[in-house]
């Protein structure tokens, strides 16, 4: 058993205060001008106020007005890309997400954690690129630095910490491969 003891009081958030204070009228304009809109009204306005934001927002993308979007900063989505209902976007540094792909409902997408080699598990981050033509299934979990190859789908309730490949389908916790994924021509 260790007797290792950590003074929490030395934590320092990786945050200036600059941010924090953006990202708090973040999350009250995005409260008040944003939620209370149904996803099929205002698109527009919503994709408006993420710009506003610095948030680099293709004019055909879609945000559900249920999304919690961290750092609006730091996100960047191509044509069709959308953030379904409830998506939670942990963006403390960039997510990308590719043309035509999905974020279904309640997914997590987290760039951020902590060393837990270090004695104050100081935060670390690393980027989230979600390909084109990629699905992320509901309530999937995607950890920080991983992409998810074009086409690929990563199954519902999936924890995804690795790289998924291309045109492929991975699922379980930690997610793994299931079959490659082929599209059938009608």
Known sequence: ????????????NALSRKNQIYRFLWTITWTIFARPIPRSLFGGWK????????????????VYSTAKIYIPWNL?????????????????????????????QKSYLCTASHDITH?????????????????????????????????????ACAAVFKDV???????????KFIKKREIKEK
């Open 1 to 12: 058993m260790h007797n290792l003891k950590v003074d929490l009081s030395q934590y320092k």
């Open 47 to 62: 994709r408006f106020l993420l710009r506003c934001f610095g948030a680099s927002i293709h004019k055909k993308a879609v």
């Open 76 to 104: 960047e989505m191509d044509e069709y890309a959308c953030l379904g209902p409830d998506v939670d976007c942990y963006n403390v540094t960039k997510i990308k997400i590719g043309a035509h792909s999905v974020i279904s």
């Open 119 to 155: 004695p104050n598990r100081s935060l670390i981050t690393a980027p989230i690129v979600i390909k084109d033509q990629a699905w992320i299934a509901a309530n999937a979990f995607i950890g920080m630095g991983v992409t998810v190859g074009q086409g690929a789908v990563v199954g």
């Open 165 to 175: 490949e291309c045109w492929t389908v991975v699922g379980g916790n930690p997610a």
